[in-house]
């Protein structure tokens, strides 16, 4: 397959994983009334987007999983004093809110961070995680960077341990605004153009909702950034649907890539450009499982830190530095189950055999092995009015999927 045809199917299959405008709109009003009536109950809350749906990186539940929704991520602020409310008060204050109403037959059992909602939905089902939050204090604000980003800082509530109860809450740092703006100004600055182009695209497929091309906003758009991370996260949730527990957590794939972006030049505009260049990117960190540490890369390590590898205490010790707040290793799991090391950098080498080197194999194998590692359903409707021939290749024979029984996937 030529490098063209390669690029429309990289790109089908990012398009075929986004949330529709539809779907959008709808989780849009629901939230707006989940926000409305909360500060009905509580005036001077602040409410906003996190996650997926504020990066623009959601993607489809994948359907073998029954219990697959997509997740809306709200950050509840509460304006109040870190030293007059425990976390386990804040978060009963949120949860006494979410009891009355109609929300109470809407509530989930209580999460470590969170209280969720699950929203009956016309189109797809979906959920809201609601996280209660109020401004950490200045002393640790002080101490944290960057500076430019470290104001928006917030203390959220966590349960310490959820097997063991009466459940014991801790405050954690965390700051999602500011990690949302560090993304926003890696995608801008590489792809604002791209992402102002790709209006055209959304109001050709959506004639009925938006009245012009200008309508269009950002939220609806997708850049190459964006893209690469929603096939990422799709590979993800098929290839350890079986092995949750080890799959690599959404912010670890959207902070590596951001950051692959953000520390290098060159700008790729088509997803599947990429998408190959992350992928080589990732794997040079690969080399840390089987080198010692980074101190043994030398010059080939001077610019390239996103993964770090370390002693601590006599043991391996792995760091992947939030861009928003300089205190939060993003691998501290990875440094209490080892397992996750390896899962992670095997599936980066799985992830170019199964996106990147299988699209010069012939067009059965190219639908094969996407249908095994993307899902079958989804792999079933891609090849959809896709044809392999090339625009140059009048005498390439097309091929029909329509009757063919796809070859079975080892490995």
Not at 310 to 321: A, E, L, N, S, V
Request: glycine letters at 4%; one cysteine or more.
């Amino acid at each position: 397959m030529d490098k063209f045809k390669k690029e429309e199917l990289i790109e089908k299959i990012a398009h075929g994983l986004d949330i529709t405008p539809q779907m959008y709109n709808e989780s849009t009003s629901v939230i707006r009334g989940i926000a409305h009536y909360l500060i009905s109950q509580i005036p001077n809350l602040e409410i906003f987007k996190q996650g997926s749906f504020k990066l623009g990186t959601v993607i489809r539940p994948y359907n073998k999983d029954k219990d697959g929704e997509y997740d809306v991520d709200l950050v509840v602020k509460f304006q109040k004093d870190k030293d007059k409310i425990s976390p386990s008060q804040l978060k009963q204050v949120l949860r006494a809110c979410l009891k009355s109403e109609h929300y109470e037959k809407l509530l989930d059992d209580e999460k470590r961070r969170c209280w969720t909602l699950h929203i009956p939905s016309r189109t797809t089902p979906f959920h809201v995680d609601l996280l209660p939050c109020i401004k950490e204090s200045e002393n640790i604000i002080q101490n944290l960077s960057p500076i430019e980003l470290r104001g928006s800082s917030v203390a959220i509530t966590n349960i310490k341990d959820k097997d063991s109860k009466p459940y014991t809450y801790e405050w954690l740092t965390s700051n999602p605004k500011g990690f949302s703006q560090w993304f926003d100004s890696v995608n801008y600055k590489a792809y604002k153009e791209v992402k102002i182009r790709d209006r055209e695209r959304i109001f050709n497929q959506n004639p009925d909702i938006f009245g012009s091309v200008e309508e269009v906003s950002d939220e609806y758009t997708r850049s190459p950034l964006q893209k690469v991370i929603q096939i990422l996260k799709r590979h993800r949730d098929v290839m350890f649907f079986d092995n949750k527990e080890v799959a690599p957590i959404s912010i670890i794939i959207t902070t590596l890539v951001g950051k692959i972006v953000e520390e290098n030049s060159s700008v790729f505009n088509t997803t599947y450009d990429l998408l190959n260049f992350v992928i080589d990117g990732l794997n040079f960190y690969s080399q840390l499982t089987i080198s010692g540490y980074t101190t043994d890369f030398d010059e080939r390590f001077k610019n390239k830190k996103l993964i770090t590898k370390h002693m601590k205490d006599g043991k391996p010790y792995w760091q992947i530095q939030n861009p928003a707040n300089s205190k939060e290793n993003l691998a501290n799991k990875w440094n209490e189950h080892p397992e996750k090391i390896e899962s992670f950098f095997k599936r980066v080498k799985q992830v170019k055999v199964d996106l990147i080197d299988i699209l010069d194999q012939t067009p059965a194998e190219i639908q094969a092995k996407l249908k095994y590692c993307l899902g079958e359903e989804f792999g079933n409707s891609l090849f959809e009015n896709f044809s392999f021939e090339s625009i140059n290749a009048s005498n390439t024979r097309v091929l029909n999927f329509n009757n063919q029984t796809p070859k079975p996937y080892r490995g």
